[in-house]
């Protein structure tokens, strides 16, 4: 027992190693061993890209209403080099919307509730078509009818007027574009703002001034660069949650598609469905096309450009006669994963929201957590109380693991005067020491057991704190100004290494000289660590420490070995 015990402590050492020079690694913008270096910026491009740089979906084989399932055919894009359209901005409480009148999409989002990282005095631009960041909302329609040129993103059409702000009193604003009528195919597309909202209304009407019938389809797609805000995945960086396009539909659920799957061709998801939505992920905030009505679609994943990548949703809209219209409803939502409210918009959009392989702990400590954030006010403090209730939960196994470990240092004495005495006879020192372990009724391996039990939900709470938005600018006390950032005077990940250090001097001491030595080492090398760590973990960490030193100092002390 005592040999496994050993191989277990140099186990975890050897892994703090690991992660330190990891972290190292990403810090000096060296290649890490759970990740890459930083993608590349964009390549500076014209404020208006080519068709083949924005991706023009063609016309895919989903069936139309009247059940006949046309082959696919690739529509012609628009000629390059269209001059960028007029630019409408519309700002509401939250979002600060720019729309281009070049297909009516949405260009770039500003959310007013959050700070930028980099920039504190700067709101974080979730989308942006720029030289440095390629990020956009794009609709438009094609068809497999040959010869037939329907409005697209491309397409530049005209914009209504009306109010580009907010008023006092009001509740939502509205945005008009209209393509030209060009040989009676023509486009209308609306977008509703909501006060205190994430989610745009966008409606899509068409309308056949033509003399043939038309069968036109809906794409609702996001365009998004490979870049990863922030840096590259790691298991020590808050960027290690995902980053990239998702799609969910009631058959395959959810399923995460790697930007690397796209540009190799592996891409691995369903294609088709009756149910469904896609999304762009990354770290706190998401973007996606939502259309709750039941009816056949078409899943679409596309490298478009050096670095550049979509994900598509095509919607057959049915046959539409001369002289009539036909309306799809759909909800563009582009905001932070606050995982309450993204839940109610559509089944399954929760899960965009990155746990882990954990999610099936996280998402019930995310809800006790935010149970006691509505009670308690302050999300520092409610993670507190967290830790407070998960260490209650556990007492009598942290019981059991200390009262072990007291008894080891109980113990101690005897076992380095039989290491001592047997120093040439390992066999007879095994046999005396498992004899003194049975008399004093010692499991060597006693303390380490209750730990393993809790560590998957200690994981699933640092996956969550990682996680959840409500950390971003979130205050604590004094100095702690936002949870989900580093303790600008690291003060808590000094304190955390102090805590852990005085847990070593309250475990009873290896036997072995050298594992003695690792004992003390460890927590420096996992405090160099989270001086990295966003402040919302380490004070989690810290209050965890602090209970348990709490809990340890009592039992020590009725076993009497405290100071031994």
């Known amino acids: 027992m005592t040999d496994m015990r050993r191989t277990i402590l140099w186990v975890v050492f050897l892994m703090s190693l690991v992660l330190l020079w990891d972290a190292w690694g990403k810090h000096t913008g060296q290649p890490t061993l759970f990740g890459s270096l930083l993608r590349p910026a964009v390549t500076a491009k014209p404020a208006t890209p080519s068709p083949a740089a924005v991706g023009l979906p063609s016309a895919s084989g989903v069936p139309v209403a009247t059940g006949t399932a046309p082959a696919a055919a690739a529509v012609p894009p628009a000629a390059p080099g269209v001059p960028a359209g007029e630019r409408v901005t519309l700002t509401t409480d939250v979002v600060k919307a720019t729309f281009d009148s070049q297909g009516g999409s949405l260009v770039r989002l500003e959310l007013l509730a959050y700070r930028d990282d980099a920039a504190a005095s700067q709101h974080v631009v979730l989308m942006d078509q720029?030289?440095?960041?390629?990020?956009t909302a794009q609709t438009g329609l094609?068809?497999?009818q040959a010869g037939v040129t329907l409005p697209n993103h491309l397409t530049p059409m005209s914009v209504a007027p009306g109010e580009r702000t907010l008023a006092a009193g009001a509740q939502e604003?509205?945005?008009?574009?209209?393509?030209a009528a060009d040989d009676g195919r023509k486009l209308i597309k609306t977008y509703t703002l909501k006060r205190g909202e994430y989610t745009i209304g966008v409606r899509h009407e068409f309308v056949n001034q033509g003399s043939t019938p038309l069968a036109p389809q809906l794409y609702l797609q996001l365009a998004r660069d490979g870049n990863i805000d922030g840096g590259p995945p790691s298991m020590l960086s808050p960027a290690s949650t995902f980053t990239g396009p998702a799609m969910y539909n009631d058959a395959s659920k959810y399923k995460k598609i790697e930007f690397k799957d796209i540009a190799k061709g592996g891409e691995n998801h369903d294609k088709t469905g009756d149910s469904g939505w896609i999304a762009m992920v990354q770290h706190y905030f998401a973007s996606a096309w939502l259309v709750t009505a039941a009816g056949p679609r078409e899943f679409r994943t596309a490298k478009i450009g050096d670095n550049e990548y979509t994900i598509a949703m095509v919607l057959p809209l049915g046959e539409v006669a001369p002289g009539a219209s036909k309306t799809l409803d759909a909800t563009l939502f582009a905001g932070p994963q606050e995982e309450t409210k993204i839940a109610a918009l559509a089944p399954g959009l929760h899960l965009v929201k990155d746990y882990g392989w954990l999610r099936v702990l996280s998402e019930p400590l995310f809800w006790l957590l935010n149970k006691l954030h509505g009670f308690i006010g302050n999300w520092g403090w409610a993670i507190v109380a967290l830790v407070v209730l998960l260490k209650i939960a556990f007492y009598w196994l942290n019981a059991s693991a200390y009262k072990s470990m007291g008894k080891m240092k109980a113990v101690a004495p005897k076992v380095a005067e039989l290491k001592e005495r047997y120093k040439d006879k390992p066999q007879e020192m095994q046999a005396a020491m498992m004899k003194i372990y049975k008399e004093e009724k010692v499991n060597p391996l006693g303390g380490c057991l209750p730990i393993f039990v809790q560590m998957p939900f200690f994981i699933a709470l640092y996956w969550v704190l990682l996680s959840s938005v409500e950390m971003r600018n979130a205050p604590w006390v004094g100095w702690i100004t936002d949870l989900s950032v580093k303790d600008p005077w690291f003060i808590l990940p000094v304190l955390m290494t102090l805590s852990s250090l005085f847990q070593v001097w309250l475990n009873p001491a290896?036997?072995?000289p050298v594992q003695a030595k690792m004992m003390w080492i460890m927590p420096l090398a996992?405090?160099?660590?989270?001086?990295?760590?966003?402040?919302?973990?380490?004070l989690y960490w810290l209050t965890n420490n602090i209970l348990s030193i709490a809990q340890q100092w009592f039992i020590n002390k009725q076993l009497g070995v405290l100071g031994k």
């Open 173 to 179: 604003l509205t945005l008009k574009f209209e393509s």
């Open 130 to 135: 720029s030289a440095q960041h390629l990020y």
């Open 142 to 144: 094609i068809t497999t």
């Open 526 to 538: 996992f405090g160099v660590m989270f001086f990295f760590f966003p402040a919302g973990l380490v």
């Open 510 to 512: 290896p036997p072995d």
